[in-house]
């Protein structure tokens, strides 16, 4: 199930929306020029390590160059491969323009900064002593649809559908799409749990916990930046 293009209409040019997806597209490039070695140092440097964020909120200091804090910002900017950032750049591409233009192009950039960080502290709470990086653009976009959901429910989201060796389109509203979302990544966060070394961050594999809670600050947040606000100028 992948969505497509939605109709929504926009009042102003998503500058945002684009500068964002053009410098996770830029970041990815030039982690295709590092060396294994090289890349593994670089994830360690800017990504979001619990273990060492655990340490610096206790006042030890991890040796790194880079404040732990800091890295629940550019954490956002990496990506482990080329389905993780096409696919996340695919959701921003579709959900990010409408918020953009409901919030406006500043209001924005903090919204959507602010839910990545918020996102990876969710992820972090449930395993704080892990030294496997939580990296990725996740988190903010799950805030971004957790906006769009509450601001465009009856949107009808143009989703390809594989049936079989076919492919075909329907139209579903935003509140079952984005719904149905949410609920995945709650349910397999939650198994994450019981079966750490198989599901979730501790695997290496998806932060489902930044997937939820980033949606939830994202539901939150957006009307307290004035997700429904009527205001003509926007920018």
Same mark, same amino acid.
């Given at each position: 199930m992948v969505p497509l293009r939605d109709d929504n209409p926009t009042r102003i040019t998503p500058y945002i929306t684009y500068a964002l997806i053009a410098i996770n597209i830029v970041v990815f490039i030039f982690e295709l020029q590092l060396t294994p070695p090289a890349l593994e140092q670089f994830f360690h440097l800017y990504a979001v390590v619990p273990r060492e964020l655990? /340490?610096?909120?206790? !006042?030890?200091?991890?040796?790194? @160059?880079? @404040?732990?804090?800091?890295?629940?910002?550019?954490?956002?900017?990496?990506? !482990? !491969?080329?389905?993780?950032?096409?696919?996340?750049?695919?959701?921003?591409?579709?959900?990010?323009?409408n918020i953009e233009d409901q919030l406006g192009h500043i209001k924005f950039?903090?919204?959507?900064?602010?839910? !990545?960080?918020? /996102?990876?502290?969710?992820?972090?709470?449930? %395993?704080? *002593? $892990?030294e496997?990086?939580?990296?990725?653009? $996740? *988190?903010?976009? /799950?805030?971004?649809?957790?906006?769009?959901?509450?601001?465009? @429910?009856?949107?009808?989201?143009?989703t390809l559908v594989p049936l079989g060796f076919f492919l075909t389109t329907f139209r579903i509203p935003a509140v079952f799409f984005l719904g149905f979302w949410f609920v995945q990544?709650?349910?397999?966060?939650?198994? %994450?749990?019981?079966? @750490?070394?198989?599901?979730?961050?501790?695997?290496?594999?998806?932060?489902?916990w930044a997937h939820a809670g980033?949606?939830?600050f994202g539901a939150i947040l957006g009307p307290l930046l004035g997700l429904f606000s009527q205001v003509e100028d926007n920018s």
């Open positions: 655990t /340490a610096s909120l206790e !006042g030890i200091n991890v040796g790194q @160059p880079v @404040p732990e804090w800091l890295t629940l910002f550019t954490s956002q900017f990496l990506h !482990g !491969g080329f389905l993780h950032v096409a696919g996340n750049m695919l959701f921003l591409w579709i959900f990010g323009n950039i903090i919204f959507y900064l602010a839910c !990545g960080a918020l /996102a990876a502290l969710a992820q972090w709470f449930f %395993s704080a *002593g $892990s496997i990086p939580s990296l990725g653009a $996740s *988190g903010a976009i /799950a805030g971004v649809m957790g906006a769009y959901v509450l601001r465009f @429910p009856k949107a009808q989201i143009l990544q709650a349910f397999y966060g939650i198994a %994450s749990l019981n079966a @750490p070394a198989n599901i979730g961050m501790e695997g290496g594999g998806v932060a489902y980033g949606f939830v």
